[in-house]
Protein backbone atom coordinates (compact mmCIF):
# COMPACT_ATOMS: atom_id res chain seq x y z
CA UNK A 1 0.00 0.00 0.00
CA UNK A 2 1.25 3.42 -0.75
CA UNK A 3 1.60 6.23 1.82
CA UNK A 4 2.70 9.47 1.76
CA UNK A 5 3.79 11.77 4.33
CA UNK A 6 5.13 15.41 5.24
CA UNK A 7 9.31 14.65 5.42
CA UNK A 8 9.90 14.92 9.29
CA UNK A 9 13.52 15.66 10.02
CA UNK A 10 13.00 13.59 13.35
CA UNK A 11 12.47 11.11 11.68
CA UNK A 12 14.99 8.70 10.67
CA UNK A 13 12.99 6.26 8.95
CA UNK A 14 11.26 8.86 6.65
CA UNK A 15 14.55 10.46 5.98
CA UNK A 16 16.31 7.28 4.82
CA UNK A 17 13.48 6.69 2.55
CA UNK A 18 13.96 10.12 0.98
CA UNK A 19 17.83 9.99 0.91
CA UNK A 20 16.54 6.12 -1.05
CA UNK A 21 15.31 7.86 -3.80
CA UNK A 22 17.20 10.93 -4.60
CA UNK A 23 20.21 8.36 -4.61
CA UNK A 24 18.71 6.17 -6.61
CA UNK A 25 17.15 8.71 -9.12
CA UNK A 26 20.81 10.21 -9.56
CA UNK A 27 22.59 10.26 -13.11
CA UNK A 28 26.32 10.38 -12.24
CA UNK A 29 28.51 12.00 -9.45
CA UNK A 30 25.80 12.85 -7.11
CA UNK A 31 25.56 14.11 -3.22
CA UNK A 32 25.93 11.13 -0.86
CA UNK A 33 23.34 10.19 2.07
CA UNK A 34 25.01 12.63 4.56
CA UNK A 35 24.89 15.82 2.48
CA UNK A 36 21.72 15.12 1.44
CA UNK A 37 20.41 14.69 4.77
CA UNK A 38 22.50 17.72 6.18
CA UNK A 39 21.52 19.86 3.20
CA UNK A 40 17.68 19.35 4.29
CA UNK A 41 18.29 21.14 7.46
CA UNK A 42 19.65 24.26 5.81
CA UNK A 43 17.88 27.20 4.57
CA UNK A 44 17.60 28.52 1.18
CA UNK A 45 17.31 32.02 0.80
CA UNK A 46 15.44 31.08 -2.36
CA UNK A 47 12.39 30.25 -0.39
CA UNK A 48 10.07 30.64 2.01
CA UNK A 49 8.94 27.75 2.63
CA UNK A 50 10.07 24.09 1.05
CA UNK A 51 7.56 21.83 1.33
CA UNK A 52 8.55 17.95 1.13
CA UNK A 53 6.78 14.80 0.96
CA UNK A 54 8.02 11.23 1.03
CA UNK A 55 5.89 7.86 -1.02
CA UNK A 56 6.74 4.98 0.69
CA UNK A 57 5.22 1.40 -0.41
CA UNK A 58 5.96 -1.51 2.70
CA UNK A 59 8.48 1.29 4.20
CA UNK A 60 10.45 1.66 1.13
CA UNK A 61 11.25 5.08 -0.18
CA UNK A 62 9.61 5.45 -3.66
CA UNK A 63 9.19 8.65 -4.26
CA UNK A 64 9.46 12.40 -3.23
CA UNK A 65 8.81 15.94 -3.74
CA UNK A 66 11.10 18.90 -2.47
CA UNK A 67 8.88 22.06 -3.65
CA UNK A 68 9.99 25.71 -2.68
CA UNK A 69 7.78 28.21 -2.00
CA UNK A 70 8.74 31.72 -3.19
CA UNK A 71 8.57 35.36 -2.61
CA UNK A 72 7.58 38.72 -3.46
CA UNK A 73 6.29 38.65 -6.82
CA UNK A 74 6.04 35.05 -6.94
CA UNK A 75 4.22 34.88 -3.77
CA UNK A 76 1.53 32.40 -5.47
CA UNK A 77 4.28 30.40 -7.67
CA UNK A 78 5.69 26.79 -6.11
CA UNK A 79 9.01 25.34 -7.93
CA UNK A 80 10.50 22.07 -7.63
CA UNK A 81 10.61 18.65 -8.31
CA UNK A 82 8.56 15.52 -8.40
CA UNK A 83 11.07 12.14 -8.64
CA UNK A 84 10.12 8.98 -8.42
CA UNK A 85 12.59 5.63 -7.61
CA UNK A 86 13.54 4.00 -11.02
CA UNK A 87 12.36 1.05 -9.88
CA UNK A 88 9.03 2.09 -8.59
CA UNK A 89 7.99 4.70 -12.01
CA UNK A 90 4.98 3.86 -14.06
CA UNK A 91 3.27 2.36 -11.31
CA UNK A 92 1.29 5.65 -10.29
CA UNK A 93 3.96 7.01 -7.76
CA UNK A 94 3.98 10.32 -9.56
CA UNK A 95 0.41 10.79 -9.94
CA UNK A 96 -0.47 10.27 -6.35
CA UNK A 97 2.26 12.62 -5.18
CA UNK A 98 1.06 15.66 -7.39
CA UNK A 99 -2.38 14.74 -6.02
CA UNK A 100 -1.16 15.36 -2.34
CA UNK A 101 1.16 18.18 -3.24
CA UNK A 102 -1.61 20.41 -5.00
CA UNK A 103 -3.74 20.72 -1.80
CA UNK A 104 -0.82 21.20 0.45
CA UNK A 105 0.20 23.98 -1.82
CA UNK A 106 -3.18 25.60 -1.80
CA UNK A 107 -3.44 26.01 1.66
CA UNK A 108 0.00 27.40 1.84
CA UNK A 109 -1.67 30.48 -0.91
CA UNK A 110 -0.08 28.90 -4.18
CA UNK A 111 -2.17 28.81 -7.32
CA UNK A 112 0.61 27.56 -10.06
CA UNK A 113 2.98 24.79 -9.94
CA UNK A 114 6.13 24.60 -11.91
CA UNK A 115 9.05 21.88 -12.24
CA UNK A 116 12.09 23.91 -14.31
CA UNK A 117 14.51 20.84 -14.89
CA UNK A 118 12.33 18.16 -16.76
CA UNK A 119 14.42 16.22 -19.31
CA UNK A 120 13.37 17.75 -23.01
CA UNK A 121 11.49 14.92 -24.89
CA UNK A 122 11.54 12.33 -21.77
CA UNK A 123 9.05 9.90 -20.04
CA UNK A 124 9.31 12.63 -17.32
CA UNK A 125 7.85 15.46 -20.05
CA UNK A 126 5.63 12.87 -21.43
CA UNK A 127 4.08 12.30 -17.93
CA UNK A 128 4.16 16.04 -16.66
CA UNK A 129 1.69 16.77 -20.21
CA UNK A 130 -0.29 14.22 -19.72
CA UNK A 131 -1.42 15.46 -16.05
CA UNK A 132 -2.23 19.07 -17.31
CA UNK A 133 0.91 20.72 -16.99
CA UNK A 134 2.20 22.33 -20.07
CA UNK A 135 5.54 23.45 -21.39
CA UNK A 136 6.60 26.94 -20.46
CA UNK A 137 10.04 27.26 -21.38
CA UNK A 138 12.91 25.33 -22.76
CA UNK A 139 16.68 25.32 -20.98
CA UNK A 140 19.78 24.65 -22.02
CA UNK A 141 22.18 23.20 -19.22
CA UNK A 142 25.70 23.82 -20.19
CA UNK A 143 28.47 22.36 -17.73
CA UNK A 144 32.83 23.40 -17.38
CA UNK A 145 34.86 21.56 -16.03
CA UNK A 146 37.51 24.08 -14.25
CA UNK A 147 41.15 23.95 -15.18
CA UNK A 148 43.02 26.91 -15.53
CA UNK A 149 42.03 30.07 -16.50
CA UNK A 150 43.78 32.74 -17.44
CA UNK A 151 42.73 36.55 -16.70
CA UNK A 152 40.39 38.54 -19.12
CA UNK A 153 41.61 41.39 -21.21
CA UNK A 154 39.25 44.34 -20.44
CA UNK A 155 37.92 46.36 -23.28
CA UNK A 156 39.32 50.09 -23.05
CA UNK A 157 37.08 52.42 -21.15
CA UNK A 158 35.90 49.96 -18.50
CA UNK A 159 37.56 47.97 -15.35
CA UNK A 160 36.10 45.30 -13.28
CA UNK A 161 35.26 45.32 -9.54
CA UNK A 162 34.40 42.49 -7.33
CA UNK A 163 33.04 41.71 -3.68
CA UNK A 164 31.94 38.41 -1.48
CA UNK A 165 28.77 39.64 -0.07
CA UNK A 166 27.68 42.81 0.06
CA UNK A 167 27.40 45.96 -2.93
CA UNK A 168 30.23 48.73 -2.14
CA UNK A 169 28.15 51.44 -1.16
CA UNK A 170 29.25 53.63 -4.12
CA UNK A 171 27.97 51.16 -6.74
CA UNK A 172 24.44 50.18 -5.28
CA UNK A 173 22.29 52.00 -7.31
CA UNK A 174 23.69 51.04 -10.07
CA UNK A 175 24.28 47.21 -9.68
CA UNK A 176 20.22 47.65 -9.02
CA UNK A 177 19.67 49.52 -12.77
CA UNK A 178 21.75 46.40 -14.03
CA UNK A 179 20.16 43.69 -12.21
CA UNK A 180 17.07 45.08 -13.73
CA UNK A 181 18.34 44.67 -17.14
CA UNK A 182 17.61 40.66 -17.36
CA UNK A 183 14.18 42.01 -18.00
CA UNK A 184 15.15 42.19 -21.44
CA UNK A 185 15.96 38.37 -21.33
CA UNK A 186 14.04 36.28 -23.88
CA UNK A 187 10.30 35.74 -22.63
CA UNK A 188 8.24 32.45 -21.56
CA UNK A 189 5.52 31.23 -20.44
CA UNK A 190 6.91 30.38 -17.37
CA UNK A 191 4.70 32.13 -14.71
CA UNK A 192 7.62 33.42 -12.44
CA UNK A 193 8.39 37.00 -12.81
CA UNK A 194 11.50 39.31 -12.40
CA UNK A 195 11.16 41.79 -9.26
CA UNK A 196 11.63 45.35 -9.33
CA UNK A 197 15.60 45.53 -8.70
CA UNK A 198 15.90 48.49 -6.27
CA UNK A 199 18.81 49.47 -3.79
CA UNK A 200 16.59 48.08 -1.23
CA UNK A 201 16.16 44.48 -2.72
CA UNK A 202 19.54 44.19 -3.34
CA UNK A 203 20.23 44.99 0.17
CA UNK A 204 17.01 42.67 1.46
CA UNK A 205 18.49 39.76 -1.08
CA UNK A 206 22.16 40.21 0.74
CA UNK A 207 21.06 39.90 4.13
CA UNK A 208 18.78 36.61 3.14
CA UNK A 209 22.18 35.55 1.64
CA UNK A 210 24.32 35.86 4.78
CA UNK A 211 21.62 34.28 6.88
CA UNK A 212 21.15 31.14 4.91
CA UNK A 213 25.26 30.65 5.13
CA UNK A 214 25.34 31.37 1.16
CA UNK A 215 28.68 33.38 -0.07
CA UNK A 216 27.63 35.26 -3.13
CA UNK A 217 30.51 36.41 -5.25
CA UNK A 218 29.57 38.77 -7.53
CA UNK A 219 31.80 40.43 -10.46
CA UNK A 220 31.17 43.52 -12.49
CA UNK A 221 32.42 45.57 -15.37
CA UNK A 222 32.27 49.40 -14.56
CA UNK A 223 32.28 52.39 -17.11
CA UNK A 224 35.51 54.50 -16.60
CA UNK A 225 33.78 57.95 -17.46
CA UNK A 226 30.85 57.59 -15.27
CA UNK A 227 31.43 55.04 -12.62
CA UNK A 228 28.71 53.04 -12.95
CA UNK A 229 28.14 49.54 -13.19
CA UNK A 230 27.00 47.98 -16.96
CA UNK A 231 27.94 44.35 -16.51
CA UNK A 232 27.15 42.03 -13.76
CA UNK A 233 27.51 37.92 -12.96
CA UNK A 234 26.86 36.16 -9.87
CA UNK A 235 27.66 32.70 -8.18
CA UNK A 236 25.87 32.02 -4.77
CA UNK A 237 28.10 29.18 -3.00
CA UNK A 238 25.84 27.44 -0.69
CA UNK A 239 27.12 25.97 2.53
CA UNK A 240 27.63 22.63 0.39
CA UNK A 241 29.01 23.38 -2.79
CA UNK A 242 32.61 21.90 -2.53
CA UNK A 243 33.40 20.34 -5.54
CA UNK A 244 30.51 21.42 -7.54
CA UNK A 245 28.29 24.64 -8.06
CA UNK A 246 25.59 26.55 -10.33
CA UNK A 247 26.33 29.97 -11.70
CA UNK A 248 24.01 32.60 -10.99
CA UNK A 249 22.63 35.50 -12.85
CA UNK A 250 24.90 37.31 -15.93
CA UNK A 251 23.39 40.68 -17.41
CA UNK A 252 24.63 43.65 -19.57
CA UNK A 253 22.47 46.74 -19.82
CA UNK A 254 21.61 47.06 -23.46
CA UNK A 255 23.99 50.20 -24.18
CA UNK A 256 27.15 48.58 -23.19
CA UNK A 257 26.71 45.17 -25.34
CA UNK A 258 28.66 43.97 -28.14
CA UNK A 259 32.01 44.90 -26.49
CA UNK A 260 32.47 41.18 -24.96
CA UNK A 261 31.54 42.68 -21.33
CA UNK A 262 29.47 39.14 -20.48
CA UNK A 263 32.52 37.08 -21.44
CA UNK A 264 34.80 39.30 -19.61
CA UNK A 265 33.03 39.16 -16.48
CA UNK A 266 32.13 35.76 -16.25
CA UNK A 267 35.73 34.77 -17.12
CA UNK A 268 36.85 36.65 -14.02
CA UNK A 269 34.25 34.92 -12.14
CA UNK A 270 36.23 31.98 -13.17
CA UNK A 271 39.83 32.83 -12.74
CA UNK A 272 38.96 34.12 -8.97
CA UNK A 273 37.34 30.94 -8.37
CA UNK A 274 40.06 29.09 -9.37
CA UNK A 275 42.04 31.11 -7.45
CA UNK A 276 40.79 30.56 -4.01
CA UNK A 277 38.58 27.68 -4.45
CA UNK A 278 40.61 25.05 -6.03
CA UNK A 279 38.54 22.21 -4.16
CA UNK A 280 35.85 23.58 -6.88
CA UNK A 281 35.79 21.32 -10.14
CA UNK A 282 32.69 21.58 -11.81
CA UNK A 283 30.09 25.01 -12.53
CA UNK A 284 26.59 24.21 -14.26
CA UNK A 285 24.69 27.31 -15.57
CA UNK A 286 21.66 27.29 -17.25
CA UNK A 287 20.34 29.73 -20.17
CA UNK A 288 17.04 29.91 -21.80
CA UNK A 289 17.26 28.46 -25.32
CA UNK A 290 16.44 31.40 -27.18
CA UNK A 291 19.04 33.05 -25.62
CA UNK A 292 22.12 32.03 -28.05
CA UNK A 293 24.50 34.73 -27.57
CA UNK A 294 24.60 33.84 -23.83
CA UNK A 295 24.77 30.21 -24.62
CA UNK A 296 27.57 31.22 -27.04
CA UNK A 297 29.45 33.22 -24.60
CA UNK A 298 29.44 30.13 -22.25
CA UNK A 299 31.45 27.80 -25.29
CA UNK A 300 33.69 30.42 -25.53
CA UNK A 301 34.69 29.96 -21.89
CA UNK A 302 34.55 26.15 -22.05
CA UNK A 303 31.10 25.10 -21.28
CA UNK A 304 29.63 22.30 -23.00
CA UNK A 305 25.93 21.31 -23.48
CA UNK A 306 25.15 18.66 -20.84
CA UNK A 307 21.16 18.65 -21.48
CA UNK A 308 17.55 20.12 -22.70
CA UNK A 309 15.56 20.78 -19.90
CA UNK A 310 12.16 22.19 -19.98
CA UNK A 311 9.95 24.10 -17.73
CA UNK A 312 7.02 22.61 -17.32
CA UNK A 313 4.00 24.59 -14.83
CA UNK A 314 0.05 24.26 -14.28
CA UNK A 315 -2.26 26.32 -12.78
CA UNK A 316 -4.84 24.88 -9.97
Request: glycine residues 10%; hydrophobic residues 40%; aromatic residues 4%.
Amino acid sequence: MLEIKPLDLGDVALLDAYADVRIAAQTGKGPGRERIVESLREANPDFSEVVRLVARRDGEGVGITSVGLLGGVNARLAVGPITVHPEHRRQGVGTALLEALLPELRARGRDTFESWGVIKDSAGEHWATARGLHVAASRVIQVLTIAGTAEPVVPAGYRLERWNGATPEHLLVSVAETRQSILDAPATESAVRAPEWTPELVRAEEAEAREAGVEQRVVVAVEETTGRVVALTDVPLHPGDSTHTRWGSTMVTPAHRGHGLGRVVKAHMLHWLRADRPELERVDTGTDAGNSPMIKVNEQLGFVVDREVVVVSRSF
